[in-house]
């Protein structure tokens, strides 16, 4: 089959000062400095670049690869400190050091793609086992590396590189017509099981994809990764049936540069050289035994992932996600319709939205007896501001401070409609400069300053190197009150005062009143104080409606 793959171009006249002796290379990676990520990443980076554009013999350049993968590895795990786990858009520090980790993975994957069309191009006649164990594991390298390549751009929401799915594709075809995808091969740095195949790290790619990374929390793909590390193999890579059943399948399109889609019933044939039908039945139901015990109080066997990964809070979480995902067939509940040219404001965060369902001033409480609580603002006199162009850096020295007082977590800005449904909207903005925008946090939007704040969640969220961010939102209330509210603790003390968001009973949708809040106060049976200005209230909580790693949605009752 013809190769269609990525490779950087010969420099003959590169003089990069590079080690290409792998034992000397080693010595050298061995003797860099781990605390400071940056420049050691950097230096890695530099020499991998010239050794992918220099003239070395193929067993040598496999080599040094080898040697590289380790640190590699270990550069990746030290840069994700100042990227993973950050809201949208990245400072300067995190954005450098997430488009580093993904480089340091492009590079690999350059190495190891070059081997394989020079493995290709040495291949004549019938190739001894010895070649084909060779290619096999340059296949589930360069595989490997590739999707590494789309975990790292998951990590920071930003687009893959072009032709990486129609390279992917292109590899595992290679291994399937030379019969290798199933050739067991080492791979030290899957700490999960000693040994890997093409196969494995193919669909590894595939069902990271159909895990829809952009609507997760990014520490969530981290996890999928590792918890794929071991179990991937479940699922079943064949051709698609003419009659597939309903649920637990995904069709891939071997020419096309994305991972597949959702493979829905149907009568049609599709063509076995260009088609694959991607079965995740047995890992279905693997996922549902293993949250089925953890419901039940009990630890599932670790079977090679870390000893404490089921004692993680978010692995329940996880494994929602995933049967979601990977189990039964989801259904739009809501066709989206195009909407460019229109705009709303949006406000993000419990603190930005309970400032603005308040009109952008302080909120008084109304019981005396608790005493002031004093807010910061984010307004000019009375007048509603979109804060969304002001350089709160010039303020500093500006005589506008003396008039004008900025809080950057209580502003809100103006953002384009992208689409909208009945269950929410997507939104971008370019340039965003002050706020800042996670999976799992809360968003509000208005069309107008008259204009009533509705509540949403964030879904999914993207972004470019350019600096536009895009998010998807699903409404949980048109209409929403602020609150201050307070919890009973264990030994019956009482917190502070904190932010809230009251939703309101709405028949109409099927809602019943309940609260927004920050995580950690849902707990059934607990004893909360809420005070929306007008009286102070006494409740208790019962009912969870969801939870993300940033908020809590859940019911209460209130008390006499």
Request: aromatic letters at 8%.
């Amino acid at each position: 089959m013809d190769l269609n793959l990525i490779v950087p171009e010969m420099d003959p006249e590169n003089m990069t000062l590079v080690e290409t002796k792998p034992a000397k290379a080693e010595q050298w990676l061995a003797g860099l400095p781990l605390l400071n990520p940056t420049e050691t990443s950097y230096q890695i980076y530099n020499a991998l670049a010239a050794l992918n554009r220099m003239e070395i013999d193929d067993k040598t350049r496999f080599r040094l690869l080898e040697v590289y993968r380790e640190p590699v590895a270990r550069m990746c795990t030290e840069l994700k400190g100042d990227y993973i786990g950050l809201p949208l858009p990245l400072p300067h520090k995190g954005h450098q050091a997430a488009q580093r980790a993904r480089s340091l993975q492009i590079e690999m994957a350059f190495g190891y793609k070059r081997l394989v069309i020079n493995a290709m191009d040495s291949l004549k006649g019938r190739p001894s086992t010895r070649a084909m164990g060779s290619l096999a594991i340059l296949l589930q390298r360069a595989i490997r590396y590739l999707a590494e390549t789309l975990v790292k751009s998951y990590q920071y929401y930003a687009k893959p590189p072009d032709n990486i799915w129609h390279e992917i594709h292109q590899l595992y075809q290679l291994a399937d017509a030379y019969g290798v995808s199933e050739q067991n091969v080492d791979d030290a740095l899957n700490q999960t099981q000693p040994q890997s195949t093409v196969s494995h790290v193919y669909k590894q790619a595939l069902l990271v994809d159909f895990s829809d990374p952009y609507h997760l929390p990014v520490r969530l793909v981290e996890m999928i990764q590792h918890y794929l590390n071991r179990w991937a193999s479940l699922a079943k890579l064949g051709p698609p049936s003419p009659v597939p059943g309903k649920n637990c399948q995904f069709l891939v399109d071997l020419h096309n540069d994305r991972a597949g889609e959702i493979m829905f019933p149907t009568e049609v044939t599709f063509s076995e050289q260009q088609y694959r039908l991607l079965n995740t039945l047995e890992l279905a139901k693997l996922i549902h035994s293993q949250l089925t015990q953890l419901q039940k109080g009990e630890k599932p066997a670790t079977e090679g992932l870390h000893s404490d990964f089921f004692d993680d809070r978010t692995t329940k979480e996880m494994l929602k996600r995933l049967l979601s995902s990977w189990g039964v067939i989801p259904k739009r509940n809501f066709n989206r319709t195009p909407k460019r040219g229109s705009h709303v404001d949006v406000a993000i965060g419990i603190r930005a939205i309970n400032h603005w369902l308040n009109h952008g001033r302080p909120f008084i409480l109304s019981s005396e007896f608790v005493g002031p609580m004093p807010q910061q603002r984010a307004r000019l006199g009375n007048k509603f501001v979109d804060t969304t162009e002001i350089d709160l850096m010039a303020m500093g020295n500006s005589t506008d401070s003396q008039t004008m007082e900025i809080d950057p977590e209580l502003i809100y800005a103006s953002w384009n409609i992208q689409d909208e449904s009945a269950g929410g909207l997507a939104i971008a903005k370019d340039g965003v400069k002050h706020q800042r925008v996670r999976v799992g946090d809360l968003i509000s939007v208005r069309s107008s300053e008259e204009g009533l704040w509705e509540v949403s969640s964030i879904r999914w969220v993207k972004t470019t190197d350019t600096g536009t961010l895009s998010v998807g939102m699903k409404r949980i209330s048109p209409v929403a009150r602020p609150v201050q509210l307070k919890m009973m603790a264990d030994d019956n003390t009482e917190s502070d005062f904190m932010p809230a968001i009251m939703v309101p009973e709405l028949a109409a949708i099927k809602q019943k009143h309940g609260l927004l809040t920050y995580k950690g106060v849902f707990k059934p049976g607990r004893e909360i104080f809420f005070d929306d200005g007008y009286r102070l209230v006494k409740a208790m909580v019962t009912r969870l409606v969801e939870t993300t790693p940033v908020f809590e949605h859940f019911e209460y009752d209130e008390i006499g």
